[in-house]
C-alpha cells in the first residue's frame, strides 16, 4: 500500500464515521447518534488536491473503559495509530472539551505521529463559538474549525493533514482484486476468518451475536492472487431485527453482496443447518453471484466415518437450488482447509468470468436437442434455433426458439445440465432468457 495513511480518532459520538464519510463521497460508514456505532476499522480513500491518501474510521476510545467490546474497539483504534502517517483527533464544539479529549490527546502522543486537531460541529459560519478556543489547552497546535454535516472547513483540515504526508509518484500495479463477500448469520465466525487470512486483529471477534455492524474491507496478496474481503454484519431473520442500527448494518451486507464477484457463505457446523443460512445463500444467489459454501468450526464437531458425508447430504437437499456451489469444511479458529476455500474462490470467479464461442456453445445444443427431443403441445414442436452468450457474471446465455411457451422450465435445466457438463462452470449460477425469433 504505497498511500500514506491518515487514522481518524477520537471519544465515541463526536461525527468520527461523518467526517469519514464526508472526506471519501461514500456513506460507507454508519452514522447513528448512539455512542459506539463504529466498532471496526472502515477504510476508504480521499483525494486532495490530486493527490490519494488513504482514511481509516476507527471507533470512539473510552481510555477507562473496562467492558469487553470497548476494550477491543480502543484496541482496533490502537492498531489504526500505528499504522498512520498521520492522525485526525477528532472533537465536538458543541459539548466543548471534556476530560476523555485529553486522555485520547495524551495517548496520541505517545505514539509520536503528527496530530491535527479538528473540532467538529462548528455548524454556524463566521467566528466559532467561545468553546472552540478551549482545544487550544490540549497542547496540539491551532484546531481546525470543521463542520462534517455540511463540509465546511474540510478542505482547511486536509490542507493540514497534508502538510505532515509524503506522497509517492509511482502507482500500484497489479491485476485487479477479486471482490469477496463473507456472509451468513451472526456468529457464524465470518470476523474469526478474515482474521486468519489476515494474521492479524482485522476485524473485533466476541460471541456476542451482532458484533461486526459496517461492512469491512481488507486487501490480501497471497500465492492465489489478490482478494479484497468484505466482513459483513450477520444477517437474522426480519422479525429479530429491532434496532435501526442492525438495519443499516444489514443493509450494508446487501450492498457488499451486490459489489462482490463470489461469496463465501458461512455455516456454523456446530448449529447445523438453518432455514435462516438458505435464505442468506438465496439473496446471493438471486444476485447472480458466484457462491461457495463454507461449513466453518468444523474442528468443533465429533466427527466418525460417516460425519461429513452425511453432512454434505444435507448440504445437497438444503441448498439445492444451487447445487452448483462448492462446499468447503474450514475452521477459521486453526486455518484447516483455508487454501481449498482460496483455491474454490479463484475457480469460481474464473468460471463467472467465462466466455464461451457461439461456434462451440450451438455444436453443444445440437447434440443435447438429438439426444433429447425439445418437448411438444399440441402437435407443435419447440424448435430451437440457436444460442449465444450475451454476458458474463453470471454466464448468461440467450435462446432463440419459435415459442417461449413450449420452452418448459424442465427443459431449460435439462440444457443448464448439458453446459456445465461441457464447460465446468462449478461455483456460478447461469442465467437463460429466452427470446422467440423476431423478439427485439
Known amino acids: 500500500m504505497n498511500k500514506p495513511v491518515i487514522a481518524i480518532v477520537g471519544r465515541p459520538n463526536v461525527g468520527k464515521s461523518t467526517l469519514f ?6 456513506r460507507v460508514s454508519i452514522v447513528d447518534d448512539t455512542p459506539g456505532v463504529t466498532r471496526d476499522r472502515i477504510y476508504g480513500e480521499v483525494e486532495w488536491c490530486g493527490k490519494t491518501a488513504m482514511v481509516i474510521d476507527t471507533g470512539g476510545i473510552e481510555p477507562k473503559s473496562d467492558d469487553v467490546i470497548l476494550e477491543q474497539m480502543r484496541r482496533q483504534a490502537e492498531l489504526a495509530i ?22 485520547v490527546a495524551q495517548m496520541l502522543q505517545k505514539s509520536g505521529k503528527p496530530i491535527v486537531v479538528c473540532v467538529n460541529k462548528c455548524d454556524t459560519v463566521g467566528e466559532p463559538d467561545m468553546a472552540f478556543y478551549e482545544f ?40 485487479d482484486a477479486v471482490n469477496v463477500a463473507v456472509i451468513g448469520k451472526p456468529n457464524a465466525g465470518k470476523s474469526s476468518l478474515i482474521n486468519k ?22 486487501l490480501i496478496e497471497n500465492s492465489y492472487g489478490r482478494f479484497n474481503f468484505t466482513d459483513t454484519a450477520g444477517l437474522r431473520r426480519q422479525s429479530r431485527i429491532y434496532d435501526d442500527i442492525e438495519k443499516y448494518s444489514i443493509l450494508r451486507a446487501k450492498m457488499a453482496i451486490e459489489r462482490s464477484d463470489v461469496c463465501v457463505i458461512m455455516i456454523d ?18 444476485a447472480g453471484k458466484a457462491c461457495i459454501l463454507a461449513v466453518n468450526k468444523w474442528d468443533a464437531v465429533e466427527k466418525n466415518d460417516k460425519t461429513m458425508s452425511e453432512f454434505k447430504k444435507k448440504l445437497d437437499a438444503d441448498f439445492a ?12 479458529k ?10 474454490a474462490i479463484v475457480a469460481a470467479n474464473e468460471n463467472a468470468s467465462l466466455r464461451i464461442r457461439t461456434g462451440m456453445l450451438n455444436e453443444l445444443l445440437a447434440q443435447a436437442t438429438t439426444r433429447v427431443q425439445p418437448p411438444s403441445d399440441k402437435g407443435k414442436r419447440l424448435k430451437i434455433y440457436y444460442m449465444t452468450q450475451a454476458s458474463v457474471k453470471p454466464p448468461t446465455f440467450v435462446f432463440f426458439c419459435n415459442n417461449a411457451e413450449l420452452f418448459h422450465f424442465s427443459y431449460q435445466r435439462y440444457l443448464e445440465n448439458r453446459i456445465r457438463e461441457a464447460f465446468g462452470l462449478e461455483g456460478t449460477p447461469i442465467r437463460m432468457i429466452i427470446r422467440e425469433r423476431g423478439d427485439k
Not at 464519510?21 to 461514500?26: F, H
Not at 463542520?147 to 497489479?174: C, N
Not at 486453526?334 to 483455491?343: A, M, N, S, V, Y
Request: aromatic content about 6%.
Open 269 to 286: 457446523a456446530t448449529e447445523g443447518i438453518t432455514e435462516q443460512d438458505t435464505k442468506v445463500a438465496g439473496l446471493a444467489h438471486e
Open 136 to 175: 487550544y489547552n490540549l497542547g496540539l497546535g491551532d484546531p481546525v474549525q470543521v463542520s462534517a454535516v455540511h463540509g465546511h472547513g474540510t478542505g482547511d483540515l486536509l490542507d493540514a493533514v497534508y502538510e505532515h504526508l509524503t506522497f509517492s509518484d509511482e502507482e500500484e500495479e497489479g491485476e
Open 21 to 26: 464519510n464526508k472526506l471519501i463521497g461514500q
Open 197 to 218: 487470512i489476515t494474521s492479524s486483529e482485522r476485524c473485533i471477534v466476541s460471541d456476542i451475536a451482532g458484533t461486526t455492524r459496517d461492512s469491512i474491507d481488507t
Open 334 to 343: 486453526t486455518g484447516q482447509r483455508i487454501d481449498r476455500l482460496f483455491e
Open 82 to 103: 500505528d499504522t498512520a502517517n498521520a492522525i485526525i483527533l477528532v472533537t465536538d464544539c458543541k459539548s466543548g472539551m471534556v476530560a476523555t479529549d485529553a486522555d
Open 321 to 332: 437450488f444451487m447445487s452448483y456451489a462448492p462446499q468447503v469444511f474450514i475452521s477459521a
